[in-house]
């Protein structure tokens, strides 16, 4: 039933790890994004895909490579994982990009590096 | 550069009214939203403004004046459970962009 799923919803790792957070989204929407959230609790776009495409690629380090492998899922994978990683990373998805009814966002990967 | 600004924190009392404001400057305007997060959760949509005015749900109304760049969102007979922070959020073209977040408080 859940609209965006992601997994996992904890992630500890040690720095240098390499690591992936899932998001699936069942309600046919044309566009996902991830957020990161950092400690401040400041929501910044990090990327967008619309059908598969990247639309939005915001000044984030390339160690960050997200995977749209269908509309329906957008994955993210880091390298080389630092502290400073450290954040709640959320999936959202919309249609036709933003809309009346804005994104609709999963529950957040709290991903904690050490 | 693009500047969306709330107060960082406020508090208010069971049943009563509380305002938070939003002053954006955005090199694009589609749209405001409101968002609602609860500690350890996703953010949840509360309200869109595109045009001038007040929109009305429930407890819950914003207010949108685009020549100003200012939203505001009312929060009417509060309660323990609206306890969040309050986020702004600007449509700029194909994208949104959030403000920092007003933490709200509400005691007995």
């Known amino acids: 039933d859940t609209a965006v799923s992601q997994t996992p919803k904890y992630l500890v790792t040690q720095m240098g790890n390499d690591k992936s957070i899932k998001c699936e989204q069942n309600l046919g929407h044309d566009t996902m994004y991830w957020y990161k959230q950092d400690s401040k609790k400041f929501l910044k776009i990090m990327f967008s895909y619309n059908n598969k495409e990247l639309i939005i690629n915001e000044t984030v380090p390339n160690r960050f490579s997200p995977k749209s492998p269908d509309k329906a899922h957008l994955n993210l994978h880091i390298n080389s994982l630092e502290l400073g990683d450290s954040a709640v990373y959320f999936c959202?998805?919309?249609?036709?990009?933003?809309?009346?009814?804005?994104?609709?966002f999963g529950s957040g990967t709290r991903l904690t590096v050490v | 550069g693009q500047n969306i600004d709330q107060p960082t924190e406020m508090t208010a009392t069971e049943g009563a009214i509380v305002q938070i404001n939003c002053t954006y400057q955005?090199?694009?305007?589609?749209?405001l939203f409101w968002y609602q997060q609860h500690a350890g959760e996703a953010p949840t949509f509360l309200s869109y403004n595109v045009l001038d005015g007040l929109e009305e749900k429930g407890r819950f109304s914003s207010f949108l004046s685009r020549s100003k760049g200012y939203s505001y969102l009312l929060l009417k007979e509060l309660q323990m459970k609206d306890s969040a922070s309050y986020l702004c959020?600007?449509?700029?073209?194909?994208?949104?962009?959030f403000g920092t977040g007003t933490r709200l408080q509400v005691f007995p």
């Open positions: 959020a600007v449509i700029n073209t194909d994208k949104l962009i």
């Open positions: 955005t090199s694009g305007f589609n749209g």
């Open positions: 959202a998805s919309s249609q036709e990009g933003p809309s009346s009814y804005g994104y609709t």
